[in-house]
């Protein structure tokens, strides 16, 4: 069983439109992140909740709107989409917000805006 | 803030070579620390951490030791082989609460040719 994972993992989309990112934990963890790789691949995080809530809030664009219907789940939803928000995403779960709790990666989801 | 600075790639080495891969960081508090493997076209997996000075992490014949005096957590292999060919991160975890995030290197790239 996948413990993270996303959906969808690769997706190709114009400029201007909306598009949703998936993320599903099987973990029992409480907290959920998503973190961007950029084309040279450098990894920064992006939103954390925990419990459904929202805990860390990265400087992103107003675009980009995370939602946890649940602890299991944290989408990421990006409206008007730009060239420059191509990119990987990852979503990523730990068993809380604790010093030293490994942090477990879904797969990715390349998005490609063009 | 916190900052993880490791070793510029790309790094190439014939198989069953030594590996080094430096990574020091800075921080306050008492940081947790990992190292995580990209291979191509996939998703992030941790490979080690440590949580405390001292501590080793150890795993598939990589070691990584937490240094607080040298500030320090290389990655370390006695005999690569041509599959450990990936980018290898390392990264640091705050000390935990509403702020507990990865902050990443910028990713060594190995390659390991036959």
């Known amino acids: 069983d996948t413990a993270v994972s996303q959906t969808p993992k690769y997706l190709v989309t114009q400029m201007g439109n909306d598009k949703s990112i998936k993320c599903e934990q099987n973990?029992?963890?409480?907290?959920m992140y998503w973190y961007k790789q950029d084309s040279k691949k450098f990894l920064k995080i992006m939103f954390s909740?925990?419990?459904?809530?929202?805990?860390i809030n990265e400087t992103v664009p107003n675009r980009f709107s995370p939602k946890s219907p649940d602890k299991a789940h944290l989408n990421l939803h990006i409206n008007s989409l730009e060239l420059g928000d191509s990119a990987v995403y990852f979503c990523?779960?730990?068993?809380?917000?604790?010093?030293?709790?490994?942090?477990?990666f879904g797969e990715g989801s390349w998005l490609t805006v063009v | 803030g916190n900052s993880v600075t490791q070793m510029e790639g790309p790094v190439t080495l014939s198989e069953e070579a030594f590996l080094t891969i430096n990574c020091t960081y800075t921080?306050?508090?008492?940081?947790?620390l990992f190292w995580y493997v990209q291979y191509p076209g996939e998703g992030l997996q941790l490979l080690l951490k440590?949580?405390?000075?001292?501590d080793k992490g150890s795993n598939k014949g990589f070691e990584a030791t937490y240094r607080k005096e040298t500030t320090s957590f290389h990655l370390e292999k006695g005999s690569v082989q041509v599959s450990d060919s990936a980018v290898y991160f390392c990264?640091?975890?705050?000390?935990?609460?509403?702020?507990?995030?990865?902050?990443f290197g910028k990713g060594t790239l190995l390659t390991v040719n036959p």
């Open positions: 973990l029992g963890h409480d907290t």
């Open positions: 909740y925990n419990n459904k809530e929202l805990i």
């Open positions: 990523a779960s730990s068993q809380g917000p604790n010093s030293g709790n490994t942090i477990y």
């Open positions: 440590a949580t405390k000075a001292d």
């Open positions: 921080a306050t508090g008492y940081p947790s």
């Open positions: 990264a640091l975890a705050n000390s935990g609460g509403s702020n507990y995030k990865l902050t």
